[in-house]
């Protein structure tokens, strides 16, 4: 089983949808959760993190069940510009030197 | 800033070469990571090194070496290449903080081919 696990895709959706991505991750004791973008041939890039409470940063809203293991991402009002791939990532914190695991991510089409 | 660089940003090896991929910093971060990712794969951690001096294996460490060099450089060292290899390469680097909360960035990538 992969430690973190995320549908590949794609979603094709119009302009304007609202569009939602999951994510399961395998290690209970992970401590932070967080969403990266990765443009083709691009490095990935922070997208935002995920609290237990639940965050939003303008059309983006992330959220965390801790004792589900599930984490998600929404996005409304889908723009061109957010055609990507979403990678879900999950922190066994600072003890275990901060590594990060990667889930294989979701690629996102927007179209007109 | 420049943030995190890395060269080369392309390299094609023949099977059994040696090659060497450098990544810099320059915000002044503690903790540095090397990755590959390959198709349907997503990013593995091959090494990093948590501060200074210190280097630990990943995920997938087997026909690499490191070496943290100073607090801005750590390499990747390719002994002898294998088709296996094949892949773009990520440097990133952290702070070191507290919390966990913290953004690793990354460097533009090395696409590796081996022959």
């Known amino acids: 089983r992969k430690e973190v696990e995320q549908d590949p895709g794609p979603f094709n959706v119009p302009e304007g949808a609202t569009v939602a991505f999951n994510c399961t991750y395998s290690?209970?004791?992970?401590?932070?959760f967080f969403w990266y973008r990765q443009d083709c041939r691009k490095e990935p890039k922070l997208l935002m993190s995920?609290?237990?409470s639940g965050n939003e940063d303008g059309r983006f809203t992330a959220q965390l069940n801790r004792a589900s293991q599930y984490i998600s991402l929404l996005i409304r009002d889908s723009k061109l510009s957010d055609s990507a791939t979403y990678l879900c990532?999950?922190?066994?914190?600072?003890?275990?030197?901060?590594?990060?695991?990667f889930g294989t991510g979701t690629q996102l089409k927007v179209e007109l | 800033n420049a943030g995190v660089t890395q060269t080369p940003k392309f390299q094609v090896l023949k099977t059994g070469q040696s090659m060497t991929l450098q990544c810099a910093q320059d915000?002044?971060?503690?903790?540095m990571y090397w990755y590959r990712q390959d198709p349907g794969m997503g990013l593995r951690l091959i090494y990093y090194?948590?501060?200074?001096?210190?280097?630990d294996k990943g995920e997938v460490p087997n026909g690499y070496n490191v070496s943290r060099l100073n607090k801005r450089e750590f390499s990747l060292r390719l002994e002898s290449a294998a088709p296996s290899q094949t892949s773009v390469y990520f440097c990133?680097?952290?702070?070191?903080?507290?919390?966990?909360?913290?953004?690793?960035?990354f460097g533009p990538g090395t696409r590796l081919t081996v022959l």
């Open positions: 090194s948590a501060s200074e001096g210190t280097t």
């Open positions: 915000m002044n971060h503690n903790s």
């Open positions: 995920v609290y237990s």
């Open positions: 990133a680097s952290l702070s070191r903080v507290q919390s966990s909360y913290n953004e690793q960035f």
């Open positions: 990532v999950v922190n066994e914190g600072a003890g275990g030197g901060n590594k990060l695991t």
């Open positions: 290690n209970s004791a992970s401590q932070s």
